[in-house]
């Protein structure tokens, strides 16, 4: 079974600064899709950046990209220059073939003024 | 103003009521789902549905129906047989391709 592992449940940044929250997944497929979402104090889902597992290239948006390792199945996210509206609950999640998305447990980000 | 509403925001009832959340959407999206979020807890899908007329379970489906006679609207009935259904609420819409789901601002459901 597919699964999404988010090992960090809390962390803290100060602001301007850079941080990185981790997401492991498991799947026996080759092709599928990673996401990253932003869950503000609003709880409306945001999305943040997807990545396409056959791609090699990491992507990008702005201030936000991730690092895929695909045959270590984890997929980072790395924020710059973080600000004060990046706090937020963040979510790691896999879309399988089926087109059903999994959802990690969650980070819950805290910026440091 | 395109995009996906759920209404209400909030929403109280009884326990033993049936209720309906509502879920519009103007993306001319074919997919459309419906997810539970406890505190704590990622998304569990409970609903989804590839087109209209149409709709399988998710991994939380029991006391909970749904319908899709339109391709804009998705409602979700919670019944009373879901026996812990105070939650947050919210639905998604994915295009063609699947490849990424978008979804409503959410509705809190307090069952009292």
Not at chain 1, 33 to 59: C, D, G, H, T
Not at chain 1, 83 to 100: E, I, S, T, V, W
Not at chain 2, 42 to 53: A, C, F, K, T
């Amino acid at each position: 079974a597919q699964t999404v592992t988010q090992s960090q449940p809390e962390m803290s940044v100060q602001e301007a600064e850079t941080v990185t929250l981790s997401c492991t997944y498991d799947t026996s497929e080759s092709d599928y899709y990673l996401f990253w979402y932003k869950q503000p104090p609003s709880r409306q889902m945001i999305l943040v950046i997807r990545q396409e597992a056959y791609k090699q290239q990491n992507a990008t948006e702005n201030r936000f990209s991730v690092n895929f390792q695909k045959a270590a199945k984890s997929f980072s996210l790395k924020i710059s220059d973080s600000q004060l509206g990046d706090a937020a609950m963040y979510f790691c999640a896999y879309r399988a073939p089926n087109d059903k998305i999994i959802f990690g447990k969650g980070t819950r980000l805290h910026i440091l003024p | 103003d395109g995009g996906i509403t759920q209404s209400p925001k909030y929403l109280f009832r009884k326990e033993g009521q049936n209720v309906t959340l509502s879920c519009e959407q103007n993306l001319n999206h074919d997919a459309m789902y419906w997810y539970r979020q406890d505190p704590g807890q990622g998304l569990r899908l409970i609903y989804y549905s590839q087109i209209v007329n149409d709709f399988q379970k998710g991994d939380i489906a029991e006391g909970y129906s749904v319908s899709r006679e339109k391709k804009e609207s998705f409602p979700l009935t919670v019944t009373s047989a879901q026996k812990n259904p105070t939650a947050f609420y919210l639905c998604a819409a994915a295009g063609e391709l699947r490849e990424t789901q978008y979804f409503g601002p959410g509705t809190r459901l307090t069952v009292l």
